[in-house]
């Protein structure tokens, strides 16, 4: 079965520094890989997500993530964060034949001014 | 752009009453799911929904959860008898075709409260 570890709860970053949120997978077949972000009182929206070719993979909102299958690792960065950046990133993996999307634990993200 | 929408947002429901947790999903998706998020824990996967039945479920999708498209456009979550566990979000999401790494649209949530 597969999983999706978020090593961090919480990431405190200052406004316009770099963040980089980590997720590592595990899953004895070929997975598909997204990240997605749940501001404050709102539903899950997709920011980005890898199916194949280029490992490194554009999102939303400046947001960028690579697939490393040697280290199985997904991690989401972005060079300049904003205030409004400040949500809870979850990252999440499916499996090659199957829709269902399994989840990790959730990363918020706090943007310090 | 197209978006699934989910009512109501936020339900308050005596501990063993019905509850039914409803959902549009985008109108051209084949594939319909349920997820929910207890406060403060991740987001599981409950239940996806095919052809007019269930294709998976997991642990927590006993015999107190039913699915239901009573029509083209609805698709229902309805739990039997509420337990105080059972207070968290649920999540609506639908997908265009059963095709792997196709993107799940999510809806905004319904919060569902058991007192």
């Known amino acids: 079965a597969q999983s999706v570890t978020q090593l961090d709860s919480q990431v405190p970053v200052f406004e316009e520094a770099p963040v980089e949120l980590r997720c590592n997978y595990s899953?004895?077949?070929?997975?598909?890989l997204f990240w997605y972000v749940q501001y404050p009182n709102q539903g899950l929206q997709l920011l980005l997500k890898?199916?194949?070719?280029?490992?490194l993979v554009k999102g939303i909102n400046g947001f960028e993530a690579e697939f490393n299958k040697s280290q199985t690792s997904f991690h989401l960065r972005k060079p300049s964060v904003h205030i409004s950046d400040t949500a809870e990133y979850f990252c999440?993996?499916?499996?090659?034949?199957?829709?269902?999307?399994?989840f990790g634990t959730g990363t918020k993200l706090q943007v310090i001014p | 752009e197209p978006e699934v929408t989910q009512t109501p947002s936020h339900q308050v429901t005596q501990m063993g009453q019905e509850v039914i947790l409803r959902c549009v999903p985008i109108?051209?998706?084949?594939?319909f799911y349920w997820y929910r998020q207890i406060l403060g824990q991740k987001v599981e996967f409950l239940v996806s929904?095919?052809?007019?039945?269930?294709?998976?479920k997991s642990e927590i999708f006993d015999d107190q959860f039913s699915v239901e498209r009573p029509d083209g456009s609805n698709f229902t979550l309805k739990i039997r008898s509420t337990k105080l566990e059972d207070s968290a979000m649920y999540f609506c999401?639908?997908?265009?075709?059963?095709?792997?790494?196709?993107?799940?649209?999510f809806g905004e949530g319904s919060w569902l409260t058991v007192v």
């Open positions: 890898y199916l194949s070719g280029s490992t």
């Open positions: 999401a639908s997908s265009e075709i059963p095709t792997s790494g196709n993107t799940i649209y």
């Open positions: 109108s051209n998706h084949l594939y």
């Open positions: 999440a993996v499916s499996v090659g034949g199957y829709q269902k999307v399994t």
């Open positions: 899953s004895s077949v070929s997975v598909y």
């Open positions: 929904f095919y052809n007019n039945e269930i294709s998976e």
